[in-house]
């Protein structure tokens, strides 16, 4: 009897450690996808976390920071400053919006050691930004190692438009990518039904290119997810794999009334 209980205990535990995980996130949050007169200045964070569950994670100071206007990158790495999102260590900047043009900001993270994943995990976080009526450039890749580029003008969107991007894995679309999306769920307002719910997930096509209809105002983020061809040590000194993840992070409105 006793050993029965034991067996059924650990089944549950193996169950458990077997269900739908949890996704991390790379997390860059602009104040704003719109710059207008009225709001110049542009407060971004730049976190680890779970964003429909509002878990977070410890953050390091990025290995880059920047963002890139008409081709032209601007370092922004010496800017951030430490700040504290969902309970951990995160980062913050403001970024003053002086010219027209569309902003395509990105973080490099420093890899983070997963020890229930046995992996480390590197997620390059895009946001894109619109400022005083511009919007060309928004479609341009940055060249990072990994990123999605979207086929939906990234801003200027409504809840229930359908987002379309494309994965890039070294330059090159990702066959049948797999993309998990996720809500930020801010001030957890919102529950799921399962935990099927939390993070959903999409298959991209042959050319790399997936669509996600978007039913809800606020940040929707997309990680594309592959492994590097290449191992990192872990704390211990062992040769682990790597998650590479591409992520972009878009705003959905809601329709104003008059
Ligand atoms: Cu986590």
Known sequence: MRKRLYMSLIIGIVLLAAG????HFGMLIPSSDIVTQQNKNLE?????SHPFEG?????????AFYVVRD???TDLLKTLKKTVIMGHQAWHT??????????????????YWEPAEDIS???YTKTIVAAYGADTGWDRPLGLPTEIVPLLRP???????SFVGQVLLNGKPVPFAEVEVEFYNRGQKLKAPSDYHVTQLIKADPNGIFTFTCPR???WGFAALNEADYKLKNPEGREKGVELGAVLWIYLDKYQER
């Not at 971004?44 to 680890?48: A, R, Y």
Request: hydrophobic share 40%; glycine share 10%; no cysteine.
């Open 94 to 111: 403001t970024y003053k919006v002086k010219r027209p043009g569309v902003y395509q900001f990105a973080v490099i993270p420093k890899p």
């Open 20 to 23: 739908p995980a949890a996704a």
């Open 217 to 219: 105002p606020g940040w």
């Open 55 to 63: 878990h977070g994670m410890k953050m390091e100071k990025p290995a």
């Open 44 to 48: 971004l964070t730049l976190s680890f």
């Open 71 to 73: 081709k032209q990158k």
């Open 155 to 161: 801003f200027g969107n409504y809840a229930g438009n």
């Open 121 to 123: 995990i590197i997620h």
